[in-house]
């Protein structure tokens, strides 16, 4: 049953957008320099910033339930805010399909490292610490979420 519903996801994520690098829109320079300031959730939320800190492999599509988060390119992230509690992610490829899962609390910011590194079988998703998350970010650049 998990088997199948990860595959439908898949099937779903793999007509949402481009999944070569470069083909997802990045924000303005001045905007990604902005945006790495590591501003504090609003109230009652919690932040969560998903990087893909690879040097290379294939764009990963990400999932926080039934949310498209949007596609991460290699040396890439986005932000997102989440309402405190339990959230299941996925990360998602035209190959592969992994589960997570984070529990958050109101003012929270926390990272997530979602890669499909060149010769892996299957995308990762996984948490990481406050220092690997930032770096992580302040490496990549910032991808545009889906409307």
Known sequence: MRLALMGALASMMAG???????????????Q???????????????AVYFYNPAAGGSAVNV???????????????MRIDLSPGWHALR??????????????ASGDIRYVDVEMP???EACTIRETGAEAGRAGVLA?????APR
Not at 32 to 46: H, K, L, N, S
Not at 140 to 144: D, E, I, L, N, Q
């Open 91 to 104: 990360c998602i490829t035209t190959d592969s399909a992994n589960p997570s899962s984070i529990t958050l």
């Open 16 to 30: 949402c957008g481009p999944s070569q690098p470069g083909q997802v829109a990045t924000v303005s320079p001045n």
């Open 63 to 77: 999932m926080a339930g039934a949310m498209v988060v949007g596609q991460l390119p290699p040396k890439s992230w």
């Open 140 to 144: 990549g650049s910032r991808v545009t």
């Open 118 to 120: 060149v010769g892996a």
């Open 32 to 46: 990604d320099t902005a945006d790495r300031q590591f501003a504090p959730p609003p109230a009652g939320m919690a």
